[in-house]
């Protein structure tokens, strides 16, 4: 069973910095794109960032210029570096990885379980 594990989570006040971290296993054949997503209470999982096997990225409207997603391929670690944060990014975030386990598998999309960031005003 392949996990991919979130960490970094926590509350600071608005204007604040948070970096959150996300792990795939170190056994797995290849990762394609990772990415975080997240989810407020009452409201649908949005998407908040994306990087690519050759780290391209992709951002919200709603965090460009704040946020910045990378990764250490060496790892398998995606990175979520929040600056500025809002009281309006309270929310749940999850990582994603695209990935195939073996050469010859499917690729295949496996969520982390979220870690908690709240944002104080």
């Known amino acids: 069973q392949v996990q991919v594990v979130e960490s970094g989570g926590g509350l600071v006040q608005a204007g604040g910095s948070l970096r959150l971290s996300c792990a795939a296993p170190?056994?797995?054949?290849?990762?394609?794109?990772m990415g975080w997503y997240r989810q407020a209470p009452g409201k649908a999982r949005e998407l908040v960032a994306a990087?690519?096997?050759?780290?391209?990225?992709n951002y919200a409207d709603f965090v460009k210029g704040r946020f910045t997603i990378s990764r250490d391929n060496a790892k398998n670690t995606v990175y979520l570096q929040m600056n500025s944060l809002k009281p309006q990014d309270t929310a749940v975030y999850y990582c994603?990885?695209?990935?195939?386990?073996?050469?010859?598998?499917?690729?295949?999309?496996?969520w982390g379980q979220g870690t908690q960031v709240t944002v104080s005003s």
């Open positions: 990087i690519t096997s050759g780290e391209g990225t």
């Open positions: 994603t990885a695209t990935l195939r386990v073996r050469m010859m598998a499917w690729l295949t999309d496996y």
């Open positions: 170190g056994s797995i054949f290849s990762i394609n794109a």
